[in-house]
């Protein structure tokens, strides 16, 4: 599987051009300084074999011609082989086990042949301090030839293993240490454009790294000022036509409460549509209003689940509370619901804001009493350093069709749940759960029904450090 990560594939790129250039390395010490003086070596073997080829021929002439042992010559180069180290073994015994048992070596045999003019057979064995070489000449066929190779021993490859292997570790520490810090930068990027994502414009990113790392972080600097504008903008926008639109409805309204009892009717009709206008822009407000990360503080669900719990008994017995989501819908026909709250005990905290939690699971518990059928049901719990809560209800749920459409602007859902509001909820909900870089997920529930998951992150000390350097 390919890795997408940048630093990720720039160190495999690495590794396998450093491989690539080790090999191409021993390559060229092989063909370029290793061959050739092996090829010298053989040459200067070769001559050995040589003397002892013709000072095995002089024996066995002496031999033939009958003269006595005493009388037989003995030139310098016998004691030159003795010299050399080169002796001669019959071919049997523990001569021959050890010739059988070593390594053949084909490019020496076919040198060796081609230098004395008779086929030979070179194999290569090692005792406990150094390698040895042994010969089998067609021209001494019950003889084999033993040449210790005194200056190549076992530890003769250790050093250059060691020391390839250092070089290896060290470049692709170095390699790696490089392209780490060479990427640092993208890293930044990477986390303020989460951050902007998220509706947080954080601080002008520093320019540094290479020219086209400058060059992007100077885009993105410029476009996160770009969108932070643009914000200020819409919120002066969207306040200006908030007060510019309420003030006449409320003269409208006004205006309407004092008209005579025989229009009562007509009054009553236009004092809901202007109720119904300000719901609408209130939610305009909230859907384009992002969360002041200011406000963000370590919260328990549990206690927030706790208090609408609360909420939703004082509006069961008739009662009433400061809560303008609840008090829209929870107000009227909630007596006969049943509310099964199930809470995981030791619950961990979240880092968010109380407000918009409060009022995203208000809008959930709603949603759930109006498309329901009697009957809520809320739980909390947590695992693999994930907190969740459900908003469950027993209606008739949604087509997988529209499960994901429900989260767009101003889409009201299936039908078979109905066509109230303005179809903001569900959008201002899962703007509210982003910006708290939590996920929410909607289901059907076995049983008959809508079940709405939202997850948050376990709360560290690591949240607020990172929402202290985007204020």
Same mark, same amino acid.
């Given at each position: ?19 690539? #250039? ?9 063909? !370029? ?67 059988? $048992? ?45 040449? =210790? ?45 989460? #951050? ?22 100077? #885009? ?82 549990? /206690? ?8 939703? $008994? ?17 107000? $009227?026909?909630?007596?006969? !619901? ?9 619950? =961990?905290?979240? !880092? ?41 209800? /027993? ?66 000390? $690591? ?9």
């Amino acid at each position: 599987m390919r890795s997408r990560s940048s630093i990720t594939q720039s160190i495999i790129g690495f590794i396998a051009l450093l491989i690539a #250039s080790q090999a191409f390395s021993y390559y060229a010490i092989f063909n !370029y300084a290793l061959l050739p003086s092996l090829k010298q070596f053989n040459r200067i073997l070769s001559y050995e074999i040589n003397l002892v080829t013709e000072e095995y021929a002089r024996i066995r002439q002496e031999s033939e011609l009958g003269i006595p042992e005493s009388e037989r010559t003995s030139p310098l180069r016998q004691a030159l082989l003795l010299r050399l180290g080169v002796s001669v073994h019959p071919m049997a015994g523990v001569a021959e086990e050890e010739f059988q $048992k070593a390594f053949y070596l084909d490019f020496m045999s076919d040198e060796i042949t081609e230098e004395i003019g008779s086929p030979a057979e070179a194999r290569l064995a090692r005792d406990s301090q150094s390698y040895l070489l042994w010969i089998k000449l067609d021209v001494m066929p019950n003889w084999i030839l033993r040449i =210790p190779l005194t200056e190549l021993t076992q530890d003769e490859f250790k050093p250059l293993f060691i020391n390839s292997l250092l070089i290896t570790i060290f470049f692709i520490l170095g390699g790696w240490g490089f392209i780490r810090w060479q990427n640092r930068p993208l890293k930044d990027l990477e986390s303020a454009a989460i #951050s902007v994502g998220n509706g947080v414009i954080p601080d002008p990113l520093p320019e540094n790294g290479t020219t086209e790392i400058r060059a992007v972080t100077k #885009s993105f600097n410029k476009m996160a000022r770009g969108i932070e504008e643009l914000e200020t903008d819409r919120r002066l926008m969207l306040a200006g036509v908030s007060h510019d639109i309420r003030t006449p409805l409320t003269r409208i309204r006004l205006a309407t409460e004092m008209m005579s009892d025989q229009d009562s009717y007509l009054a009553d009709g236009m004092i809901q549509d202007i109720e119904e206008c300000n719901d609408i822009i209130a939610q305009f407000i909230d859907y384009l209003k992002p969360v002041d990360r200011n406000d963000f503080t370590n919260l328990n669900l549990n /206690n927030m689940v706790e208090e609408l719990e609360w909420a939703l $008994k004082i509006y069961q017995s008739g009662g009433s509370i400061e809560d303008e989501t609840l008090d829209s819908e929870l107000n $009227k026909d909630i007596v006969n !619901y049943t509310f099964d709250v199930q809470l995981q005990p030791d619950l =961990p905290d979240i !880092y968010a804001s109380y407000i918009p939690i409060r009022r995203t699971l208000s809008n959930l518990i709603v949603n759930s009493k109006r498309y329901g059928n009697n009957w809520i049901g809320i739980k909390t719990g947590f695992l693999h350093n994930k907190v969740w809560v459900t908003i469950e209800d /027993n209606g008739p749920g949604i087509d997988d069709e529209q499960m994901q459409k429900v989260f767009e602007p101003f889409t009201r859902g299936d039908t078979s749940r109905g066509s109230e509001g303005t179809g903001l909820g569900l959008s201002i909900v899962k703007r509210i759960i982003a910006e708290h870089n939590g996920t929410i997920d909607m289901s059907n529930r076995s049983e008959g029904g809508l079940m709405v998951r939202l997850t948050f992150d376990v709360y560290s000390k $690591k949240h607020k450090n990172n929402t202290n350097r985007t204020k």
